[in-house]
């Protein structure tokens, strides 16, 4: 064991890889669930609208409008095999195939959830220590610099004061630099270097300067250690690209390559077999159409029968890269309301998980003006109140809350996810629902 070591945006947003990919920030375990006096009740998966008048009229509303193609939500009790399911919608504006539990979706990084896991795989195995310092796994971050100011130019540097550690890239206070946050010349130099956090498209599209990827995890974290920070590592929270070099640690650690390792370490045990980096062409037929909102319209920027997806990645991004299914993700949530158990079967070990989704913040971590005020951090995903969880940059969101007992994501496909208020109108639909389930002592089921 190694624990010891222990934005209200206009419905017309500019359009570009900064303005699509930030709002995934927003998302997470911002609502409080606790007290239902429910029964236990197991059926087959079937749609719950009755159940959740609310968000039915939501996902209804946004679908009817077309808004979106699709408004598809889950919910799963427990230790229940199955999600309940709400809304609907079609693979495309322009197709008919209508969604379902097995239809794929781009989590980006809701990604960031599962490698914060898969690195807690590592640390309960000892292969890595919650305190340990990133430079013994690799050398090259042994003496980082830190900028004087975050926007001003790379030689104006003092020396890091501490150095980076696991514990800081799990909870985004190593004071790395992203290249959807940083600005200035740090941000110039993440797309020179091709340090980018998450793919859209085959087609050039505006706003969207023309970046030739690393050629790779390794190259990737190599590139990345040649650049100042932007924070001191352990004084602020500031979102960055540190679970994508997780990736990397996580390959030197275990021996394995990343993505092999997610999917014999959590997508095999899991029972997830449609979480992919790379959609293979024989499921190209299930994956949604994403889209771009420009003046409250959407148009098509990764057409899911074209889409970049389909491509094998430069970086398997851990920070951003997967697909994955609502059947699948619902099964990733349901391993750790159980606390690391799914089926019988044992993926990651109890403290793991109590750990990965606790708040593994520094102590020494200012907050304060972040998104993160008030909050705390896990593995990957935000920790309040008895909850974990994350979103993502085309309005995707899921979460696990360990006081009631439920697991819910909401799927969509459009960016930047703030275009429009889906998840905050979710988060109030569904707390409504909630509240007359209280009152009348039931559950959806």
Known sequence: MAFRDFETASLSPQLSRRALFRGAVLAGAGISLAGLPFGRQVLAAHDVAESWPNVAKLADSYVS????????????????DHAHTVGGGTLSLARPAPVDENS???????????????????????????????????????DMQVL?????????????????TIRQLLTHTAGL??????EGPLRDAYNELGLVGGRVSRMPLPGFPPVTP?????????????????YQPATKWSYSCSIDLLGRVIEVASGMEF????????????GMTSTFMQVPQSEAARLTDNYGIVG????????????????????????????SSPKDYDRFLRMLLEYGMIDGRRVISEEAVRVGVSDLLPATVDTKGTWLEGEGHGAGGRSKNGTFGWGGAAGTLALVDYNLGLRSCLFTQYMPSE??????????????????????????A
Not at 177 to 182: D, E, F, L, P, T
Request: proline share 11%; charged share 20%; with cysteine.
């Open 104 to 142: 794929l979706y781009r989590i980006y990084s809701m990604s960031k959830p599962i490698t914060g896991m898969a690195t807690m795989i590592l640390i309960d195995e000892g292969k890595l220590g919650l305190d340990q310092p990133l430079h013994e796994i690799i050398p090259a971050f042994r």
């Open 259 to 270: 993505e092999a390792f997610l999917k014999e370490r959590i997508f095999e045990p899991c």
């Open 214 to 230: 690393a050629p790779g995890l390794e190259a990737f974290a190599e590139r990345l250690a040649t650049l100042p920070l932007m």
């Open 177 to 182: 630099g992203y290249q959807i946050i940083s």
């Open 65 to 80: 409008s077309r808004k979106v193609a699709n408004l598809f939500l889950t919910f799963g009790w427990g230790r229940e």
């Open 148 to 164: 004087t100011d975050p926007k001003g130019p790379l030689d104006q540097t003092v020396p890091a004061e501490r150095p980076i």
């Open 419 to 444: 275009a429009y208020p889906i998840r905050e109108e979710f988060q109030s639909a569904m707390e409504q629902d909630l509240t007359v389930m209280r009152a009348n002592g039931t559950k959806a």
């Open 296 to 323: 409250g319209m959407p148009f098509p920027i990764d057409p899911g029968v074209n889409s970049v997806f389909l491509d094998p990645p430069e970086v398997p991004a851990g920070g951003g890269g997967l697909v």
